[in-house]
């Protein structure tokens, strides 16, 4: 005759751990470097298509239609990990084309006094200093950054 505690019903097994809810969970997206804040993946200038597969491997990189696989993030990109999709941000670069220049400074001075307007992911680009605001303490930094005397945050 086989004991019971009681607590023993029928097709159960007391060792078995519960089933996992179907729904995946996110993949993280962060590293030295780079972060999600909101709906960005907000990146210091130089971080690599490479670093962000160091750690998501699965991730999606686009520029526009282009699967990206090598070089340096771009600001107006894409990346898909997961279910979900964010605009990549790459603080000092604010014409989209993976570096920090002389031409992201002048556009980031220009911004600063109203004479050039820069709009979503660009805009955020400009904010250097976090401060929700644009102004030539930005553009001096992107200038610094530039010419590789300062070196951007995040």
């Not at 200038?45 to 991730?59: E, G, L, M």
């Not at 686009?62 to 603080?91: C, H, M, R």
């Not at 980031?108 to 102004?135: C, M, P, Q, R, S």
């Amino acid at each position: 005759m086989k004991r019971t505690t009681g607590n023993d019903q029928q097709g159960e097994n007391p060792n078995e751990k519960p089933s996992e809810d179907p729904k995946q969970e996110e993949p993280k997206i962060e590293g030295k470097g780079f972060k999600i804040i909101d709906n960005n993946l907000v990146c210091e200038p130089n971080i690599t298509v490479q670093n962000i597969k160091s750690v998501v491997s699965t991730a999606t990189i686009k520029d526009g239609n282009t699967n990206k696989t090598t070089g340096n993030l771009a600001t107006g990109w894409k990346i898909t990990a997961g279910e979900k999709t964010y605009s990549i941000v790459v603080k000092g670069d604010v014409n989209g084309d993976g570096k920090v220049t002389t031409v992201d400074a002048a556009r980031v001075l220009k911004a600063a006094a109203n004479k050039y307007e820069l709009i979503g992911v660009f805009l955020t680009a400009a904010d250097v200093n976090n401060d929700n605001k644009i102004t030539t303490v930005d553009a001096a930094r992107v200038l610094k950054a530039a010419a590789g005397k300062y070196n951007i945050s995040i």
